[in-house]
Nanobody, 118 residues
Framework: EGQLVESGGALVQPGGSLRLSCAAS????????MSWVRQAPGKGLEYISH????????YYADSVKGRFTISRDNAKNTLYLQLNSLKTEDTAMYYC???????????RGQGTQVTVSS
């Protein structure tokens, strides 16, 4: 059915930046829209962003618009999320998911932890 493996999470200070990566295997990556979701401690999954199968269209939640950028490299079967101007409220486990809905996807990675703290 497919596998997704996230990486790149870290502890970063407020205002800092990170780039998350998601390596896909077991399915035709270029056929699928892809998304990022996150889960903060004690909260439910939150949609962040998704990108069309060919990378031509991107969409963002209001909470991250202008600070995060989603991209993909279909030749490398890899999805990315650039996180800039990080805030403490961005602290969460970040997951990539197959499809545009993210939260209801049947294929989601194990997550990578982003902690924003001074």
């Amino acid at each position: 059915e497919g596998q997704l493996v996230e990486s790149g999470g870290a502890l970063v200070q407020p205002g800092g930046s990170l780039r998350l990566s998601c390596a896909a295997s077991g399915f035709t990556f270029s056929d699928w829209d892809m998304s990022w979701v996150r889960q903060a401690p004690g909260k439910g999954l939150e949609y962040i962003s998704h990108i069309s199968h060919d990378g031509s269209s991107t969409y963002y939640a209001d909470s991250v618009k202008g600070r995060f950028t989603i991209s993909r490299d279909n030749a490398k079967n890899t999805l990315y999320l650039q996180l800039n101007s990080l805030k403490t409220e961005d602290t969460a486990m970040y997951y990539c998911a197959r499809g545009s809905t993210g939260i209801t996807s049947s294929v989601r990675g194990q997550g990578t932890q982003v902690t924003v703290s001074s």
